[in-house]
Structure formats: structure tokens, C-alpha cells
T-cell receptor, first 114, second 115 residues
Framework: DTEVTQTPKHLVMGMTNKKSLKCEQHMGHRAMYWYKQKAKKPPELMFVYSYEKLSINESVPSRFSPECPNSSLLNLHLHALQPEDSALYLC?????????????FGPGTRLTVL | AQSVTQPDIHITVSEGASLELRCNYSYGATPYLFWYVQSPGQGLQLLLKYFSGDTLVQGIKGFEAEFKRSQSSFNLRKPSVHWSDAAEYFCAVGPGGGGYNKLIFGAGTRLAVHP
């Protein structure tokens, strides 16, 4: 299984809502990533988890809260978002250890904040 | 400073024509180099990768890329483009040595294919 899955595919939420994005992989990867991608732009790294520990937080606002409950699962909890947070949210995973650790990306969640 | 430059924002080619997408990088150490493709509304798919060895690397979907250290370039090529190749292409660099991989992406090149 070389797939990263993300749910939901689309999400529309108001600024007062609380929602969560889910990402799952069964490739045995121990590094998982959240990216935000605006239209016609490259992905921007938000968070990196390595062995279920938060390793990188790219100064992301606290209204985004990541969680890595186990080695296969990565969540992104959303609360009090702003319309400018509307974007495609991509999850990725990669191996740890030596070698070329390319990232495998999921299809993304298209988020719209009203 | 570490950076990736894709000089061409948008390229249009005819189906069956050859393609070259340019990528230049600035990186302090020997980088890992990647090309990803993204179809509209989709995630990124890895086309090919390079770290060492033969400077001409073959990827999926008939793509290849050539690493030129002297020019700090990693250009992507395809001898004959198909309509299904229309997509956004991202060049990326990352650190070697294993571990998690903080990629630096270029701005992307949007490829349109005319029939």
C-alpha cells in the first residue's frame, strides 16, 4: 500500500466552527507532514511529526492544532478559522532513516471558510 | 540562502512536441532533488528524484531529468508530450542524510498542451 488518504475531500466551515482533517498512511512511514497550498502557489509546510512527536511548527497560528495519535494517523484540528485560511490542505509522509526520503502526498482536503 | 527557481511560470506545447522545464537551485550542501506533478485539485505525485550517481535520471510517465552541478540545475524533459501531461510541475530540494525531509519548493510551472 503506497497511498496516503485524506478525509474529507471537501470541507466548508464557518468562522466559529470546530472541524478536523484526517490523514492516514500504512506504509510504515514515521514522518508525517501538513502543508497548506493556495491556488497557483507551491505547498507551504505547516507541521512535521517525526515518530509521533512534533518536530517542526512553521509558526502556524494556534487556530490550527495538529495531532499524531499513532504512527499511521495525523489529524489537523481547526477552530475559529479566517476566510484567508481557505486552501487545499495536503498531508504527506516519508520514511525515517537513510536514503532518499521522498514524501508521498495525499489528494488533499479543499477547505472553504465562510 | 536555500532556494529553488523555476523561471517559467507557464509553458504551452503542442501534443507530441518535446518538453523541457527548467529548475535552478541554491543549496549549501549536496541536496536531494525532486520533481513532482500536480493535476488540478489533486495531491502531488513524485516523478523522479536524484541524490548521486548517474546525472541523468529516469522517472515515471516517460520523464527524465538531468542534474548539472556546474549550473545548479535539474531540468525536467520529455521527448513527446501527451495531452494528459497538462498539469503543474514543482521542482523541490531537500536535505540529504535521512530523517524527515523539509522540502523547498519552486513556484511551479503550469504546462498546457495543445492538441
Amino acid at each position: 500500500d503506497t497511498e496516503v488518504t485524506q478525509t474529507p475531500k471537501h470541507l466548508v466551515m464557518g468562522m466559529t466552527n470546530k472541524k478536523s482533517l484526517k490523514c492516514e498512511q500504512h506504509m510504515g512511514h514515521r514522518a508525517m507532514y501538513w502543508y497548506k497550498q493556495k491556488a497557483k502557489k507551491p505547498p507551504e509546510l505547516m507541521f512535521v511529526y517525526s515518530y509521533e512527536k512534533l518536530s517542526i511548527n512553521e509558526s502556524v497560528p494556534s487556530r490550527f492544532s495538529p495531532e499524531c495519535p499513532n504512527s499511521s494517523l495525523l489529524n489537523l484540528h481547526l477552530h475559529a478559522l479566517q476566510p484567508e485560511d481557505s486552501a487545499l490542505y495536503l498531508c504527506a509522509s516519508s520514511q525515517e532513516g537513510g536514503g532518499i526520503n521522498e514524501q508521498f502526498f495525499g489528494p488533499g482536503t479543499r477547505l472553504t471558510v465562510l | 540562502a536555500q532556494s529553488v527557481t523555476q523561471p517559467d511560470i507557464h509553458i504551452t506545447v503542442s501534443e507530441g512536441a518535446s518538453l523541457e522545464l527548467r529548475c535552478n537551485y541554491s543549496y549549501g550542501a549536496t541536496p536531494y532533488l525532486f520533481w513532482y506533478v500536480q493535476s488540478p485539485g489533486q495531491g502531488l505525485q513524485l516523478l523522479l528524484k536524484y541524490f548521486s550517481g548517474d546525472t541523468l535520471v529516469q522517472g515515471i510517465k516517460g520523464f527524465e531529468a538531468e542534474f548539472k552541478r556546474s549550473q545548479s540545475s535539474f531540468n525536467l524533459r520529455k521527448p513527446s508530450v501527451h495531452w494528459s501531461d497538462a498539469a503543474e510541475y514543482f521542482c523541490a530540494v531537500g536535505p540529504g542524510g535521512g530523517g524527515y525531509n523539509k522540502l523547498i519548493f519552486g513556484a511551479g510551472t503550469r504546462l498546457a498542451v495543445h492538441p
